[in-house]
């Protein structure tokens, strides 16, 4: 079992930046596949970024390739999301994902455990 608490939301202007959090606790955090999905207020839950337990995989959606960058500190059981260059469409609830000896798939089912989110809002 592995226990996910996001952090970092907040507001932030258009061409701004913030990183996202994501600690975990429980099993052994190198044995997890992690992803982030987003969220927007009537809108399906989408697909941001993922990497695979070993780290060997990593995935972007396309509407955030070459601005969002994930990554993990397994010492430090933390995964995160750098969001660069954010942009009004990028407003939404993000989340963290794991998925236990997972490959780092781009849709939600396979996940099995999830953080409880943290918002993000782009706005001038």
């Known amino acids: 079992q592995v226990q996910l608490v996001e952090s970092g939301g907040g507001l932030v202007q258009p061409g701004g930046s913030l990183r996202l959090s994501c600690a975990a606790s429980?099993?052994?955090?190198?044995?997890?596949?992690m992803a982030w999905f987003r969220q927007a207020p009537g809108m399906e839950r989408e697909f941001v970024a993922a990497m695979s337990r070993s780290g060997g995989f990593i995935n972007y959606g396309d509407s955030v390739k070459g601005r969002f960058t994930i990554s993990r500190d397994i010492a430090k059981t933390t995964a995160y999301l750098q969001m660069n260059d954010l942009e009004p469409a990028d407003t939404a609830v993000y989340y963290c994902?794991?998925?236990?000896?997972?490959?780092?798939?781009?849709?939600?089912?396979?996940?099995?455990?999830w953080g409880q989110g943290t918002q993000v809002t782009v706005s001038s």
């Open positions: 429980g099993r052994d955090f190198s044995d997890y596949s």
């Open positions: 994902a794991a998925d236990y000896y997972g490959v780092g798939r781009t849709i939600a089912e396979p996940y099995e455990y």
